[in-house]
């Protein structure tokens, strides 16, 4: 198959010959026009940019030692409960990453795996992906393949999804592919996507590329006619209306695709500490006395999300919402999430809530119960505001907290 590609303007072919130019110290003879292509669309022609982005792969690759990943073994907690895989091709022949994201346990897995195997993870097989699955696919279809289709399921996606190291996580994930395997996205179709989805969404959009955000397709439950304009129901598993299902009968064709589940905590190997909340606001809580977090909500269906730590003994933690203008104790305000005793002394404490009405919220460390002993804290508090409708306007933001004590 020939390594030229024939649809190109005059000026794009011109700018590719420039291009093929300006690295022909680093380039390899498998980097052919339609692997240089890629790093110039993913930059829009920018000759200067596209070099520079290219240069920093090559480098990265040599770092990571990325061309002996495939020897690597992969942790067993990753293999057996990473959500995803291959299955099925495309209308066009490409293949299909079906992803039940909604039924990943991030917790439970950088709990039990390094961040950066977790990663890593994510790069054998998108080593796999180029080396291997599309050089068979474009032999079998007589064609170039090298685009993929993916599909995530967001059924059973909820508020502890939200959970902050495995968003930082996921994020620099996205950033990698961004960086290293720029135009490999086809399409990128969320299915079962929950009401709060805006607010997940308005968090990883700024880690997509324009190219990547527009091809994203966002559908809720009601989703099968628009997902067979991209897939045949041949090649959907049963549970998404499709025909595909596993020998046994499976429905959800788990054979191919890993189904996530809760991580039994035999697979444990580290907690998280003080020192793993980035950004932690350090305070005392005075004996028998308490201290209120607040922060302003000025979008509905924002959500506060939260992490914090104590030092050497247990803490009361509970939210509200203020009611009047006037400085209020506890006993005074709405309770949204009532205040409960936290052993955050032993493992760090995350959460969050939706917010389904505008207001001033209190997030509030309790020490009132303890007449001996004041209480040392870390914690990060950040407000999350939904996407817009039309996911055009993303804004995540940390809010700004005024920190209060009182008896």
Not at 111 to 132: G, W, Y
Not at 290 to 316: H, M, P, T
Not at 327 to 345: D, F, G, I, L, W
């Amino acid at each position: 198959m020939s390594g030229r590609v024939g649809d190109l303007s005059k000026e794009q072919d011109e700018c590719l010959q420039k291009f093929k130019e300006k690295l022909k110290d680093v380039l390899k003879p498998c980097h052919d026009d339609f692997y240089l292509l890629r790093w110039l669309r993913a930059r829009n022609f920018d000759l200067n940019k596209s070099e520079s982005m290219l240069r920093n792969h090559f480098s990265w690759r040599v770092r990571e030692e990325v061309d002996n990943i495939k020897d690597w073994t992969c942790p067993e907690v990753i293999q057996k409960y990473f959500t995803g895989g291959l299955c099925g091709l495309d209308v066009d022949g490409c293949p299909i990453w079906i992803d039940p994201f909604g039924q990943i346990d991030l917790r439970g897995m950088l709990k039990s795996a390094k961040k950066a195997d977790v990663i890593k993870a994510k790069v054998q097989l998108l080593e796999d992906l180029h080396n291997q699955i599309f050089l068979e696919r474009s032999k079998q279809e007589g064609k170039r393949v090298d685009s993929i289709i993916i599909l995530y399921d967001l059924a059973k996606l909820g508020m502890k999804h939200l959970y902050k190291p495995g968003v930082d996580a996921y994020c620099e994930m996205i950033t990698m592919f961004e960086d290293h395997y720029p135009e490999t996205l086809k399409y990128a179709i969320v299915i079962n996507a929950p009401r709060f989805f805006p607010i997940a969404y308005n968090i990883v959009k700024p880690f997509l590329s324009e190219a990547t955000a527009k091809k994203t397709i966002i559908l809720g439950t009601n989703y099968h006619a628009t997902l067979n304009r991209y897939i045949s129901p041949d090649e959907l598993p049963v549970c998404y209306g499709g025909k595909r299902s596993d020998p046994d009968g499976d429905p959800t064709c788990k054979s191919q695709i890993g189904q996530g589940g809760e991580i039994p905590r035999s697979y444990y190997k580290q907690q998280m500490s003080a020192e793993d909340i980035d950004n932690a606001v350090c305070a005392t809580v005075g004996r028998g006395s308490s201290l209120q977090v607040e922060c302003e909500v000025d979008v509905k269906n924002s959500a506060i999300r939260w992490q914090f730590s104590s030092e050497g003994y247990d803490i009361g933690f509970g939210v509200y919402r203020r009611t009047s203008e006037e400085r209020q104790k506890a006993s005074q305000m709405e309770e949204v999430m009532k205040t409960q005793r936290v052993n955050s002394h032993l493992v760090p404490e995350d959460g969050s809530i939706t917010c389904t009405d505008v207001g001033l919220y209190i997030l509030r460390f309790d020490n009132t119960y303890s007449w001996a002993r004041a209480k040392k804290i870390h914690y990060l508090v950040e407000v999350l505001e939904p996407d817009t409708e039309d996911f055009t306007n993303p804004n995540v933001s940390q809010a700004s907290f005024e920190v209060k004590s009182d008896i």
